[in-house]
């Protein structure tokens, strides 16, 4: 597996994740602006793979901002560093000098192997991977992205983050999988927030470095939310990667908007439950892809707390 990552703290929960899990072989690791500036990404990038003992991972930093339009964070979220202001110690090793879509384009023609592309950010890296150099498409056995709904947004009423970020970069990337036979699933709203984590268990986690990082970020967001638990958020899609069996999800049609005053970056799904003559509708056919509707949360908490112990 590659991970496309805005880190984040949930994007740090998911490379904990990844970095620690037995059935994982992570490859790669590339950093888009996103939920902080690209800089700050690829400093807590190299510190959640520091924590996991995974100083062996390449990172590489790559867009600084989307394709047209000026970048945004959501640090409010994030705290100012984009990782939870923990004072966590800085990695001594440096990014990869390749730009993140030459790691991505050289990790996968060099893979004997077909790879699991997982993006946990704005898509900005992976359209320009995917639209600059298409050969490497035979290598991806499948992309789960987090981003988008089938209901509602954060960003927006109508858009989740990572695809109103950069809604020109998830279309890109939605119609350059059409093109070039490769499965999507999107680990959306729908189930993101589910899978959650209480202050008890997080403050149990002591047992190592990638614990104690782990319990910290759930931590930061119960303080920030004050709340019991916090989700596990990102952390989820390399779950569903993991065990995809603890994930519901339907094949349906997709497109993102990017137009509309107040529906701009929104990921329209389809969810008419027929399929007759659609000749009337005049956008024609949708990419179809799987959606992930429903989430058995717990098994998911589990997973990502025992990879962590």
């Not at 050969?135 to 858009?159: C, L, Y």
């Not at 990667?241 to 389809?270: F, K, N, Q, Y």
Request: glycine letters at 8%; a negative charge; proline letters at 6%.
């Amino acid at each position: 597996m590659i991970l496309d990552v805005d880190t984040g703290v949930d994007d740090a929960c998911a490379l904990l994740l990844a970095g620690r899990h037995p059935a994982l072989d992570l490859r790669a690791v590339s950093c888009v602006g996103g939920n902080a500036p690209v800089d700050d990404v690829v400093r807590n990038t190299l510190i959640a793979l520091h924590a996991a003992g995974r100083d062996d991972v390449p990172v590489a930093r790559g867009a600084d901002r989307p394709l047209l339009e000026a970048p945004v964070d959501a640090r409010h979220v994030h705290g100012d560093d984009g990782m939870g202001d923990l004072g966590w110690p800085p990695a001594a090793r440096r990014a990869d000098p390749r730009h993140a879509v030459e790691l991505l384009r050289d990790t996968l023609l060099a893979s004997p192997e077909r790879i699991t592309l997982i993006p946990l950010a704005p898509m900005t890296n992976i359209a320009l991977l995917l639209r600059s150099y298409p050969q490497v498409a035979p290598k991806i056995e499948r992309i789960v992205f987090m981003g988008g709904a089938a209901d509602v947004g954060n960003a927006t009423a109508s858009a989740e983050f990572n695809v109103f970020h950069d809604p020109e970069a998830a279309a890109i990337v939605l119609a350059a999988t059409a093109e070039l036979g490769i499965a999507v699933t999107m680990y959306g709203l729908d189930v993101f927030y589910a899978p959650v984590v209480s202050r008890e268990q997080a403050a149990a986690l002591t047992s190592s470095e990638a614990a104690r990082l782990g319990g910290a970020l759930i931590t930061f967001q119960c303080d920030r939310f004050g709340s019991a638990a916090a989700t596990i958020g990102d952390a989820g899609a390399v779950c569903a990667v993991i065990d995809p069996a603890g994930l519901t999800t339907r094949e349906l049609p997709m497109r993102v908007e990017l137009g509309g005053s107040w529906s701009r970056g929104r990921t329209i799904v389809d969810r008419r439950d027929w399929d007759g003559d659609m000749s009337h509708d005049p956008h024609g056919p949708a990419p179809r892809i799987e959606v992930a509707l429903e989430v058995d949360a717990a098994r998911y908490a589990n997973l990502w707390l025992e990879t962590l112990r």
